[in-house]
């Protein structure tokens, strides 16, 4: 990693995990600094990343993005544009309180023009509510932060108004973004919550029955809920701040029951304020009802398992490494799954919980 010094190309390569909501961020109180109406507290998953490189070249020129290969149309993603234009405009900021506070050295000044070029490749698909774009903007951010020396907070904020969901992807284990109330959302921050260590034998299980891109985007349906939602009005008041409690409680105490509990009812609701919005916005399938009800059997007897879905029909069931292979198999009974994909869940079984690879 080089770092800008003045009119040198500069440039950063980090990864970063992307995280899950288990209690959901839904609905913006501003949507140009993408400030959020409610709290909402997210699980790292350390082993879904966005390794992403980034460029800052001197002098006027094109920004591009390529993910996965695929160069990405900025005309039509103005959020790129937002977060170069912050991370400059931060860049001149420093420099001016750097320039007014030194005696001048006789250089020229650094050149006001810069462009960007990204490169981000992540293991996991994109745009399918898997929270991509909130491992690809973080990465962003984190980059940035390296090459313009910024602090925790400028970086927070960069990753968030790429996409919200990417400042809880700052940090490891247990994360709260507050909402906070100032109208510059100078105290909307993620933070890492006093719970933060890793709850060591905490598994996710991805299960991605759709891989493409979801009907109606993240931004859509919150305006949509937003405006038309009572239940998401109820959701933001009366519900949220509690959930927000019991979560971390119930992963300081490590008592699992309790987390899953929160974790599916959140799930559940956020649904329904989707269902809930005018038009209605349907983002589970077939196979997302499927897999509840497994999940719901499961757990007859004892809560082991809990499962949790974005604005899309693919699930992230939590569970913890002991009853990570049983559920596989539940799952594996009641789910069709295709007989390349039973290999690749045979050789994860045999890795991950050391149990024989025969699924
Ligand atoms: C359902 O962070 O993707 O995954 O801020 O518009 O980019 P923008 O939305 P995004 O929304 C995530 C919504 C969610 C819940 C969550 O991650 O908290």
New binding site residues.
């Given amino acids: 990693m080089s770092q800008d010094d003045g009119a040198a190309e500069a440039e950063a390569t980090v990864r970063v995990p992307m995280?899950?909501?288990l209690v959901?961020?839904?609905g913006?109180r501003d949507d140009l600094l993408?400030l959020p109406l409610n709290d909402?507290i997210?699980l790292t998953v350390d082993r879904l990343t966005a390794e992403t490189t980034i460029r800052m070249v001197p002098g006027v020129g094109k920004h591009t993005v390529e993910i996965n290969g695929k160069s990405v149309e900025l005309s039509s993603n103005k959020?790129y544009q937002t977060v170069f234009d912050e991370a400059l405009r931060l860049q001149r900021k420093r420099k001016e309180a750097e320039a007014s506070s030194a005696d001048s050295n006789g250089n020229d000044p650094p050149p006001i023009f810069y462009h960007f070029h990204v490169t981000s490749t992540t293991n996991f698909p994109v745009a399918a509510?898997l929270?991509s774009?909130?491992a690809g903007f973080a990465a962003i951010a984190l980059a940035i932060q390296r090459i313009l020396r910024l602090d925790d907070s400028q970086a927070n904020r960069l990753a968030r108004i790429?996409?919200?969901?990417?400042c809880?992807s700052m940090y490891g284990g247990l994360v709260h973004w507050r909402k906070g109330e100032m109208d510059d959302g100078s105290d909307c921050l993620a933070v890492r919550t006093e719970a933060a260590a890793n709850w060591e034998d905490l598994y996710c299980i991805i299960l991605v029955f759709d891989d493409g891109r979801k009907k109606v985007?993240?931004?859509e349906g919150?305006r949509r809920s937003r405006e038309t939602s009572q239940l998401l009005k109820h959701r933001i008041e009366s519900i949220v701040p509690q959930r927000i409690q019991q979560i971390q409680e119930a992963y300081t105490s490590r008592n699992f029951e309790q987390l899953a509990r929160v974790i599916m009812a959140d799930s559940n609701q956020?649904h329904a304020v989707c269902m809930d919005s005018t038009p209605p916005i349907r983002y589970l399938n077939e196979a997302s009802w499927q897999l509840i009800d497994t999940v719901e059997e499961f757990n007859i007897g004892g809560i082991r398992a809990a499962y949790t879905f974005?604005?899309g029909p693919n699930a992230c069931v939590i569970v913890q490494k002991e009853n990570a292979s049983q559920f596989l198999k539940a799952v594996l009974q009641t789910i069709q799954v295709p007989s390349e994909d039973l290999q690749v869940i045979g050789k994860e079984l045999a890795e991950q919980f050391d149990v024989p690879a025969e699924p």
């Fill in positions: 995280n899950i909501a959901k961020y839904w913006k993408i909402s997210s959020r509510g929270a774009s909130a790429g996409s919200g969901s990417a809880r985007g993240s931004s919150m956020f974005d604005a």
